[in-house]
T-cell receptor, first 113, second 112 residues
């Protein structure tokens, strides 16, 4: 079966711009979680969505937001980009709420210049 | 909040040898401990996980052990192969939490 699909794979943006990343979960999975991966901070939790509701949010500023659609696809948005937002953004899907049995996508590599 | 520490940060072994990666966690309420393997250009892949009501779990060449009293868990890979070379992450999650807290990763290199 198809895995978790993240688009785009690579993105270059300028400071101050905003960006939207997309994640399509495995068919039948209703939970989508987002993580930021950087060399310095490692993997850090951004938020989780289940049945179109945000279940939990990590310690990131309000510039980071997300949403989930009725077909379980999710988007995350980062506004007013900063250089420090450069990272690999990963989404993970699971059949039910919670981190059990995550399947990660290959990520979107965001570079802010 | 939960904090997960992982050691070593790099590990180099000869093909056929065993590799052991160790993690400690701080939150005694943590009850789910997965291990992920990340290859270059890919997202992390779940390789094995363990719940707090189990002390050990094995899947072919991979095993995980959990010591709840000491709050540490370990990944054991036996008969290592070059394709085991990757970055390995441990993680922990508390009951009722919808998130994982990850260790910083171990870069494993298996030399032919």
């Amino acid at each position: 079966k198809a895995g978790v699909t993240q688009t785009p794979r690579y993105l270059i943006k300028t400071r101050g711009q905003q960006v939207t990343l997309s994640c399509s979960p495995i068919s039948g999975h209703r939970s989508v979680s987002w993580y930021q991966q950087t060399p310095g901070q490692g993997l850090q939790f951004l938020f989780e969505y289940f049945s179109e509701t945000q279940r939990n949010k990590g310690n990131f500023p309000g510039r980071f937001s997300g949403r989930q659609f009725s077909n379980s696809r999710s988007e995350m948005n980062v506004s007013t980009l900063e250089l420090g937002d450069s990272a690999l953004y990963l989404c993970a899907s699971s059949p039910a709420t919670g981190p059990y049995g995550y399947t990660f996508g290959s990520g979107t590599r965001l570079t802010v210049v | 909040g939960e904090n997960v520490e992982q050691h070593p940060s790099t590990l180099s072994v000869q093909e056929g040898d065993s590799a052991v990666i160790k993690c400690t966690y701080s939150d005694s309420a943590s009850n789910y401990f997965p291990w992920y393997k990340q290859e270059l250009g890919k997202g992390p892949q779940l390789i094995i996980d363990i719940r707090s009501n189990v002390g050990e779990k094995k899947d072919q060449r991979i095993a995980v052990t959990l010591n709840k009293t000491a709050k540490h868990f370990s990944l054991h890979i036996t008969e290592t192969q070059p394709e085991d070379s990757a970055v390995y992450f441990c993680a922990a999650s508390s009951g009722g939490s919808e998130k994982l807290v990850f260790g910083k990763g171990t870069k494993l290199t298996v030399n032919p």
